[in-house]
């Protein structure tokens, strides 16, 4: 894959996560229009992100060229499994919009999970793209192979966490333990 779509990709997972903390930090807005299509965009984009990365970077750097940099990529596949885990959970406890009781609550999450994701996003920054020189390229200079269908499967699983109910509404969880700050 071509650093120059990687890095646009980071650039573009970070500036919904930038909006996404944006509105965690107001008070607690009793309607926000599009919620769920929002979350459902950033889904889709980090998680194609992901499945790409996997598919036609850590693979190829794992099998193809190995060395150092498969032991690099093959850290890379589970961190990024890892934060993958960590969305899911926060979707599936968190897939409506939350109560006012509920609202700080969401925003430390959030705000956690923004924060893994950002590490994640850097870290391949760091460690992975120096290594895209190595990756076999076609003509239009991409590398070959496709995206990891996992991580694909996960965006439509969790797509259908973030739409779950009557017009995405939020479930009534106020028995549940509330989950300790991180």
Same mark, same amino acid.
């Given at each position: ?15 919904? #996560? ?11 807005? #009793?309607? &926000? ?9 950033? @889904? ?21 060229? !190995?060395?150092?940099?498969? !032991? ?7 961190? @990024? ?23 700080? @609550? ?30 076999? @390229?076609?003509?239009? !200079?991409?590398?070959? !192979? ?22 995405? &509404? ?13």
């Amino acid at each position: 894959m071509p650093v120059e779509r990687v890095l646009k990709q980071h650039g573009h997972i970070l500036a919904n #996560a930038d909006a996404l903390e944006a509105l965690v930090s107001g008070p607690w807005p #009793a309607q &926000v229009d599009g919620l769920g299509f929002r979350r459902w965009m950033f @889904t889709r984009d980090l998680m194609l992100h992901f499945a790409k990365m996997e598919g036609q970077v850590y693979g190829p750097l794992m099998d193809d060229v !190995g060395g150092d940099a498969a !032991g690099t990529a093959s850290r890379a596949s589970a961190e @990024t499994a890892a934060v993958v885990a960590d969305f899911r959970e926060h979707v599936t406890r968190w897939h409506g919009l939350p109560s006012e009781a509920q609202w700080s @609550t969401y925003a430390r999450s959030i705000r956690w999970l923004l924060n893994r994701i950002r590490e994640r996003i850097e870290a391949e920054a760091i460690e992975i793209v120096p290594l895209l020189s190595r990756l076999p @390229t076609n003509d239009d !200079g991409a590398c070959p !192979g496709k995206p990891d269908h996992r991580y694909v499967a996960d965006a439509w699983e969790i797509r259908e966490l973030i739409f779950a109910g009557s017009g995405f &509404v939020a479930e009534n969880d106020a028995d549940r333990d509330e989950p300790e700050a991180a």
